[in-house]
């Protein structure tokens, strides 16, 4: 049996277990098959297994050491551990071998990309539009069209960052939505008022608040929206939006609402600034967000009694693995140490904390509000009852923002987008500190808290 065949075969119908298991017969059959073992990494990929992955290709580029296609490979699972800097030669060397190899060119910008390297980025990807016409065939290059938006959103060149940041619905978290049998189209500001338009999420808590600022901008243009959230977020925008309709269903293949709302457009969330934030001067900075009074009252209940009479709120880790965690972290005992003279109580705004414990070093730790499996209802009610936020980059800057709480971010090297770039357009009490150390941090809260701007 030819088993890389078979395992080819079962990888294209998307039978990822099958084809692992003629990948692997087809090495038993000869331990020197790299192309099998190079196929067998990259199913490994796919499932996140990136361990064996990475063991893998460093084994198929030991056999073959001049493979530029197994070097991208190998770049792409540091990538995906967030080890941008050990990334970057491995896509530079196997650039070196194939310079038309477009993988490579690719992933190195995305690697300088989230190492905040935006003018690095963008030789990377024009080298990608430079390869000669004769090796263009059959090569897909709709990834570097949409990287571009990366580069474009990190110098805030906001009119062409949203048509390019647009090209990236439907890939990865970006999921594509859909409502009833057929493909709705897409909303936009010139379509009629009568237009019944659902505007749903697409990425995480941060986005979604983020991205709804835009919101308001909608309902100068329709009559009729219909708002699709994660079950977290539908408090928030019920609330804050009493003119929508709010669902939860976000994470539902085939919501029950749609039969009978029967929507005629849509939009995602982060498609909605293409219309609304084409400028510096078209963000309002301005919250949004409208809180329980009910909740505000417990919480007021629960901070009052604490002996200080100022109130921060502190977020000392954000991000996962593939998001930069290991940048967007500071000790808990460093932070509390360079606060340990400021006047005020601090309360913790992480959802989760593991093994930390943040009450050692006196931090407040209220999980019957913050807790991850919380309506986010309870976390907007604690931030509009604080004096201050002092966090890394994390969602909770927007959260923050969007209920008009003044906040300090701490932000990270190589920031995302979202908080780095020169100025900070989405919220006007949001005040970006570059190139912080903590004592200068616990210097502008002592300034924030006295009333300095």
Request: contains cysteine; hydrophobic residues 40%; charged residues 25%.
């Amino acid at each position: 049996m030819d088993f890389k065949r078979a395992g080819t075969i079962a990888w294209r119908r998307g039978d990822l277990d099958e084809a692992a298991r003629c990948f692997d017969a087809a090495i038993c059959d000869d331990v020197q098959d790299w192309e099998s073992i190079a196929a067998l990494a990259s199913i490994c990929l796919d499932q996140g297994k990136l361990g064996q992955a990475y063991a893998l290709y460093a084994n198929a580029a030991r056999i073959d050491p001049t493979n530029a296609a197994i070097l991208a490979d190998i770049g792409r699972v540091l990538i995906a551990w967030g080890e941008y800097e050990d990334a970057l030669p491995i896509f530079e060397r196997a650039h070196r071998i194939d310079p038309h190899n477009l993988a490579a060119i690719n992933n190195a910008a995305m690697a300088c990309i989230n190492l905040g390297r935006a003018d690095d980025a963008a030789r990377w990807l024009q080298a990608g539009r430079d390869i000669p016409l004769e090796h263009q065939f059959n090569a897909d290059f709709s990834q570097v069209d949409r990287n571009w938006a990366f580069v474009h959103l990190m110098r805030q060149d906001w009119a062409k960052a949203w048509p390019a940041f647009d090209l990236g619905m439907g890939c990865g978290d970006r999921v594509e939505r859909n409502y009833g049998s057929y493909l709705l189209p897409r909303w936009s500001p010139d379509m009629a008022r009568s237009e019944k338009v659902v505007i749903y999420g697409e990425q995480g808590i941060g986005d979604e608040l983020l991205f709804g600022s835009c919101i308001p901008d909608v309902f100068e243009h329709c009559d009729n929206v219909i708002i699709e959230t994660m079950p977290r977020l539908v408090g928030v925008f019920s609330r804050s939006f009493p003119q929508a309709t709010v669902y939860g269903t976000r994470y539902e293949d085939e919501p029950e609402w749609v039969a009978h709302e029967k929507p005629t457009s849509r939009s995602s969330m982060g498609q909605l600034p293409r219309w609304f934030r084409g400028r510096e001067g078209d963000f309002p900075g301005t919250p949004y967000i409208r809180t329980n009074s009910v909740m505000r009252a417990a919480v007021k209940g629960i901070l009052d009694p604490l002996p200080r009479r100022k109130k921060i709120g502190i977020a000392w880790s954000g991000g996962t693995v593939r998001t930069g965690w290991q940048e967007r972290r500071v000790p808990i005992e460093e932070l509390m140490r360079a606060f340990a003279g400021i006047d005020a109580e601090f309360v913790s705004l992480q959802h989760s904390l593991g093994d930390e414990r943040p009450e050692d070093v006196g931090v407040h730790v209220f999980p019957m509000i913050t807790h991850r499996a919380l309506d986010y209802e309870w976390t907007a009610a604690l931030l509009a009852e604080l004096d201050l936020v002092v966090s890394v980059p994390t969602a909770v800057v927007h959260a923050a923002g969007a209920v008009g709480t003044p906040s300090l971010v701490m932000l990270n090297e190589h920031a995302q987008w979202r908080c780095g770039g020169p100025s900070m357009p989405w919220w006007s009490g949001c005040e970006v500190m570059r190139d912080w150390t903590l004592d200068g941090v616990a210097a502008r809260i002592e300034e924030k808290l006295n009333g300095a701007v």
